[in-house]
């Protein structure tokens, strides 16, 4: 059974950092062939792409969380982090891993990556 799982998710202050991590498993072919994306859901929001990474560790990010959070993966580990610093109270959502196995998603909105977290929560006050 496909599992993504977050973790790390909590509450801080504004100007705080937490790191998220999101373990992949039962893949019967390697995740590490998968590009990976974070994306995050606020109360009354539509859901947004916060960052991706792709199967050669290339980075993309929402202008909203540049030079604030880094994505990187552990490919011998099948996990994928978010480090998130200097938060701000407009971070606050649940956010959510996901992998991309069509190879055609959409790093904005989340659509067709086939597989995803339940999610963790993030609060920033």
């Known amino acids: 059974q496909v599992q993504l799982v977050e973790s790390g998710g909590g509450s801080v202050q504004a100007g705080g950092s937490l790191r998220l991590s999101c373990a992949a498993s039962?893949?019967?072919?390697?995740?590490?062939?998968?590009?990976m994306g974070w994306f995050r859901q606020a109360p009354g929001k539509e859901r947004e792409g916060v960052t991706a990474?792709?199967?050669?560790?290339?980075?993309s990010y929402a202008d909203s969380v540049k030079g604030r959070f880094t994505v990187s993966r552990d490919n011998a580990k099948n996990t994928v982090y978010l480090q998130m610093n200097n938060l701000k109270p407009e971070d606050t959502a649940i956010y959510f891993c996901?992998?991309?196995?069509?190879?055609?998603?959409?790093?904005?909105?989340?659509?067709?990556?086939?597989?995803w977290g339940q999610g963790t929560q993030v609060t920033v006050s």
């Open positions: 996901a992998a991309d196995t069509s190879g055609f998603g959409e790093v904005t909105t989340g659509a067709n990556f086939g597989h």
């Open positions: 039962g893949y019967t072919n390697s995740p590490s062939w998968y590009s």
């Open positions: 990474i792709d199967s050669d560790g290339i980075a």
